[in-house]
């Protein structure tokens, strides 16, 4: 993989976008392509809002300065070059300078200066930017961007749904961007604009005329129809009703479909996403504190039960918080094979023998509306926690902010979740075990109160490092580290799959899948 800084202009002309996504030939352009979706956004503006449901559409509207190829490949988009200083202060970026706004205005560096102190002030992934102390603009179509350290995730940070450039002559007017009325009615740059936003219904895309990139896009139109539930959009699927659905995690339909001769089914598109789901321990949590506990814990379920058994071979064991398609991820871990003996051991040794058939009580929550990945999950580790005199008792949540509640006020034991590690670990992984980053009453901070000053000094050397070896090398440590103590237990990776009709081609199998521009997708006719 090359480096994620590169230490020289990477002056790639932008037809190069995508080459391999070009094979069209047995396609026409034209036609409209309808995705399915349970995730209902509030609004489209990815730039104050993180989360796939906002990301899909906004990635459409919105341009961004750098897109990513399936290899982990800087590629140009509205910056046709960058550049990075020797000493890694600095990154400049030179602009296209056909881009336009939906509105006709022309994309200028005031523009992306603007959108970057945008992310920095109002999005929640606060490490992206934080290293960013100023964006000069010396002429219309150049953007330097000064920093505070080297950002090794800076070029990551800037493509798809993490920098979408939005225009400062509508946002710039003083209202608060996290509730500006343009965020339900986007003017952005992208291959697609704004026909209808029908919040819990749908969202319709229609073609830019006046796009940048000659050529693109292939589609007229894009829908992305929202559906109550899994149920129904699996429904719709088999029935040839939607052309594509991202995003899916039952198995059971995943596994289904496969033998739909009329669909494709691809776990691609989402290696810089790096979902997981983990059992959370809260260590102010008068036994959890305990490492011993932990481990114990973690010795009691048996991953390869929930992804084989559970999951129906569709999704693939955790074993640490950087996923396996990260070019950081290391195996050197203890990976937690199912022990019970030794968790009996664990505790007994922590001072919990079993009394009246159990040795403690811990409540479990989990996730609602995620059956398969978490509800179904919880119930089996609860199973297997009663094989060592644990009582784990299930706490149901009537509904997501009520879960999310308990988990970001500290008011939990044990706690199902899906964490995504979001491209660099600098962005994705950071957040969950820094100790500064212990934010009570903000959803997926460090919710678990775990605390290590190692853990710290090594996170905030990789945020910095710019040689590759040199970062991998820091967040083994760091991965060694927190798989001993355990601040989580990681269970599995979300078995994230898209499935499609084989009538799409050049479906979005890059790094951030649908979660980038579908400039290139086209449909049969």
Partial sequence: MKSWILKSTAAVSAATIGATAL????????????????????????????????????????????????NWNPQPYLAESWSVADDGLSVTLKLVKNAKFHDGKPVTSEDLAFSIMTVKNNHPFKSMYAPVNAVETPDAHTAVIKLAHPHPAILLAMSSALLPVIPKHVYGDGQDAKSHPANSKPVGSGAFKLQEFKPGEHIILVKNDDYFLEGRPKLDKIIIRNYKDINSMMLAVGKGEIDMAPFVTSTRDINRLKKNPKLNVTSQGYAAVGPINWLAFNHKHEILKDKAVRQAISFSIDRNFITKALHGGASARATGPI???????????????????????????????????????????????????????????????????????????????????RVSTHEFDLSMD???????????????????????????????????????????????????????????????????????????LLPYHTIYNKKIGNPPVTIWGTMAPMDAVTVQK
Avoid at 26 to 42: E, H, M, N, W, Y
Avoid at 48 to 64: M, N
Avoid at 330 to 338: C, G, I, R, T
Avoid at 423 to 448: E, F, M
């Fill in 23 to 70: 094979a069209t030939m047995a396609f026409a352009d034209g036609g409209t392509l309808v995705i399915g979706s349970t995730q209902k956004p509030r609004h489209l503006n990815p730039a104050v809002q993180s989360g796939v449901a906002t990301a899909v559409p906004g990635t459409q509207i919105f341009a961004a300065p750098l897109r990513y190829d399936e």
């Fill in 323 to 405: 996923t396996t398609e990260s070019p950081f991820y290391s195996a050197d871990v203890e990976q937690y094979d199912v022990d019970l003996a030794k968790a009996k051991q664990l505790l007994d040794q922590a001072g919990h023998p079993v009394k009246d058939g159990k040795r403690f009580t811990l409540n479990i929550d989990y996730i609602p509306g995620f059956a398969e990945q978490q509800k179904n999950v919880a119930e089996y580790v609860r199973s297997q926690l009663k094989k060592v005199g644990i009582e784990g008792k299930l706490r149901a949540a009537p509904d997501f902010p009520t879960w999310a509640k």
């Fill in 418 to 492: 899906i964490v995504f590690n979001w491209g660099d670990p600098a962005i994705g992984v950071h957040r969950t075990y820094l100790s500064s980053n212990i934010k009570k009453g903000v959803i997926w901070s460090n919710t678990q109160n775990y605390s290590n000053a190692r853990v710290d000094e090594l996170l905030a050397a990789a945020a910095k490092e710019t040689d590759t070896a040199k970062r991998k090398s820091l967040y083994k440590e760091f991965q060694q580290i927190v798989a001993d103590e355990l601040p989580v237990a990681w269970l599995n």
